[in-house]
């Protein structure tokens, strides 16, 4: 039986695997971040999320939504610049789709990640295209509504919006940055990967991971 | 051939902390420190005084926590080495300042870089929804970053620090917010920008340089994280070749005028000798008397760096009576100064 849902438990399971994703590839997010921005995004994010988690594993009680909270918080107080209100904001977002969930089906992963998006909008005032980490959360967000009309399992769905993540953070390369440090390159910044869309591919692709490895 | 680091640091992650409180040790006289990121004025400004609040990423010594103090601004939020502290501690800055000054007026300077407009403008909304009386003005000068026209979408660069010293200066005097804002603005609208690097810096977080340039080249317009220009490199060219180069951009940009007098900053990116600085000094000299421009008490030194990255900006600012009597008052902070 494929699972459905994921406990409070499991989903701090979910959120040590993406830091120790996010983690393992700083350095990569960081080279990205060189040619167009001031390289160091990788390692930023990475103690953020070190910091983040920590903060998360030492309140044993609490909600879904409080860890949620406790991460983005973490995030905009940690690693400060745009990178880290954004990313925050995107928890933050998140925090409120899961409000009053004990546990988390697909359907509620739908609304939280499009209320994270909508607050990333909100904040960073970028549009899709804009050669932001928008240009991966947004096609992830259209993959699992999409997958949820198709009636998928969680790991499917999560396997597939990987991929539309990856994509999405790779066709960035196409795009003329429209926001931080890629702005001031304007149509120089075409061909480089934009390290945030990549750090977004990063995170979906370990919770499908993380998802994958708790089917019986 | 691989690059290897070499600074005289700890672990990278407690880089801002370590340096702000190595800062604040030995200011303790004009500085101190109120939590972990808040740097404030040992003495105050009398209550009634226009606070003047800062918060910007770390790296860029002296700038600006250096200048916190008397005649300049009064609370500085320290972030992370290049990036901006979230809106939480800038909210703890502006509220400090609330505290020092019993409610009065509140002046957020924001350099305009990304995560500096996010985070100050979410900070001054918070403030603001706790009946904190604050107001916010955008800093900008480097002409490298966005064309003519476009001047706000323009990076805040060292050309800030007029910006800070007649704002600082009209604070101390007494002037009302609405005022400073008046003729802070007419500073930025005044001042210019554009910077030169000759040889990359290493990220003190990541230990890798932050661009790659040729030998025998040079970039101009990068940005004070190292970023490289727009532009890409040009050939590396000599003092008076490059003070030539980039005096004529800005006197173009700023449609200056023979006649036309100025606050000149020459400013050290982190490398860069006083040696080379003044002798493109002498050349902005020749140039200014050939085009019969005059400057007024000029500035030569580092006061915003991108560690030890090789180049130098020129930020000029052209002065009235107004703008040189503020920029003459008397000003005591750990790195800058001037006497009564």
Redesign the interface.
Known sequence: MPIERVSREQFKTILGNVTAAVSSKKEYLSQLDSHIGDGDHGFGMANGFRIGFENVSQTPEGSIEHYLKTLGFSLIKEVGGASGTIFGSLFLGMAKGAKGREEIALADFCAMLAEGLALVQQRGKAQPGDKTMIDAVHPAVASLRQSLTEGLSLVEAFERAAQAAQAGAEQTKNMIGKHGRAKYFREKSIGYQDAGATTIAVIISAIAASLASMEP | MAWRMKKLINK??NLAWELMEGLVAAHSDNVRMAGKHIILRRKPKEKGKVQLVFGQ?SGHEPGFAGFVGYGMHDVEVA???????????ILEGIETAHEISGGGEILVLIAN???DV??GG?AVEMARDEGINVESILLYDDI???PKGEEK?R?GMAGMFFAFKIAGALAEEGANRSRIVEVTQKVIDRARTLAVAVRPCT?P??G?P??ELADDELIIGP?V??????E?PSKMMNANEVMDEVLERLIADGEFKSGDEFLVLVNGCGATTLMEMFIMFRRLKENFDRRSMKYHRPLIGNIMTTQEMAGFSLSLCKADEEIKHLWDAPADSPYFKVCK
């Open positions: 990278p992650e990423g972030g992370q080495i290049f990036a901006c502290s979230g809106p939480d501690r870089h990304e995560g996010i985070n979410a490298a970053s966005a979408s990076r990220s977080t990541t890798q932050l661009f940005g994280h190292g970023e490289a220009g727009p890409g």
